[in-house]
Protein backbone atom coordinates (compact mmCIF):
# COMPACT_ATOMS: atom_id res chain seq x y z
CA UNK A 1 0.00 0.00 0.00
CA UNK A 2 2.93 2.40 0.63
CA UNK A 3 4.44 2.20 -2.54
CA UNK A 4 1.18 2.71 -4.20
CA UNK A 5 1.02 6.42 -2.40
CA UNK A 6 4.40 7.01 -3.18
CA UNK A 7 3.46 6.42 -6.73
CA UNK A 8 0.62 8.78 -6.86
CA UNK A 9 2.94 11.46 -5.78
CA UNK A 10 4.50 11.36 -8.84
CA UNK A 11 1.66 11.82 -10.98
CA UNK A 12 1.22 14.58 -13.07
CA UNK A 13 -2.05 16.79 -13.65
CA UNK A 14 -2.41 18.77 -16.36
CA UNK A 15 -3.30 22.40 -14.75
CA UNK A 16 -4.49 25.60 -16.67
CA UNK A 17 -1.46 28.03 -17.06
CA UNK A 18 -3.80 30.75 -16.14
CA UNK A 19 -5.07 28.94 -12.71
CA UNK A 20 -1.02 28.14 -12.20
CA UNK A 21 -0.32 31.61 -12.38
CA UNK A 22 -2.86 32.64 -10.14
CA UNK A 23 -1.98 30.46 -7.68
CA UNK A 24 1.31 31.47 -7.62
CA UNK A 25 1.25 34.88 -7.51
CA UNK A 26 -1.30 34.40 -4.57
CA UNK A 27 1.50 32.27 -2.48
CA UNK A 28 4.14 34.86 -3.77
CA UNK A 29 2.02 37.94 -2.59
CA UNK A 30 1.33 36.57 0.91
CA UNK A 31 4.89 35.00 1.20
CA UNK A 32 5.81 38.58 0.94
CA UNK A 33 3.54 39.54 3.16
CA UNK A 34 5.05 37.92 6.02
CA UNK A 35 8.46 38.84 4.99
CA UNK A 36 9.21 35.93 3.86
CA UNK A 37 13.18 35.81 3.59
CA UNK A 38 14.49 35.47 -0.14
CA UNK A 39 17.71 34.94 0.96
CA UNK A 40 17.00 31.79 3.45
CA UNK A 41 15.25 29.55 1.03
CA UNK A 42 13.06 26.80 2.97
CA UNK A 43 12.28 23.35 1.99
CA UNK A 44 9.18 24.48 -0.29
CA UNK A 45 11.00 27.57 -1.97
CA UNK A 46 12.26 24.55 -4.45
CA UNK A 47 9.26 23.41 -4.94
CA UNK A 48 7.96 27.00 -5.39
CA UNK A 49 10.59 27.78 -8.10
CA UNK A 50 10.43 25.02 -10.22
CA UNK A 51 6.51 25.82 -10.47
CA UNK A 52 7.51 29.36 -10.80
CA UNK A 53 9.78 28.49 -13.63
CA UNK A 54 7.14 25.31 -15.12
CA UNK A 55 4.76 28.39 -15.32
CA UNK A 56 7.09 30.84 -17.27
CA UNK A 57 7.64 28.31 -20.17
CA UNK A 58 4.40 27.58 -20.31
CA UNK A 59 3.66 30.87 -20.73
CA UNK A 60 6.93 31.34 -23.16
CA UNK A 61 5.38 28.74 -25.40
CA UNK A 62 2.20 29.92 -25.18
CA UNK A 63 0.61 26.44 -23.88
CA UNK A 64 -2.73 26.57 -22.23
CA UNK A 65 -1.61 23.47 -19.66
CA UNK A 66 1.29 22.52 -17.46
CA UNK A 67 1.94 19.56 -16.61
CA UNK A 68 2.74 19.48 -12.39
CA UNK A 69 2.95 16.76 -9.87
CA UNK A 70 -0.39 16.78 -8.59
CA UNK A 71 0.68 17.47 -5.07
CA UNK A 72 2.94 20.29 -5.15
CA UNK A 73 0.68 23.37 -5.42
CA UNK A 74 -1.57 21.66 -2.57
CA UNK A 75 1.94 21.47 -0.30
CA UNK A 76 3.09 24.86 -1.04
CA UNK A 77 -0.52 26.24 -0.21
CA UNK A 78 -0.72 23.97 2.91
CA UNK A 79 2.43 24.97 4.42
CA UNK A 80 1.94 28.87 3.46
CA UNK A 81 -1.63 28.49 5.50
CA UNK A 82 0.30 26.69 8.50
CA UNK A 83 2.64 29.56 8.92
CA UNK A 84 0.09 32.36 9.22
CA UNK A 85 -1.17 30.78 11.67
Known amino acids: MGTAK ?6 LVSVETDVLKERLN ?9 GH ?4 PGASEGLFDLLWDLKEKALLDRRAKVDVPHNWLDQ ?3 EQGEKRH
Open 6 to 11: KRSNKE
Open 26 to 34: KLYQSRRAL
Open 37 to 40: RLDM
Open 76 to 78: LEQ
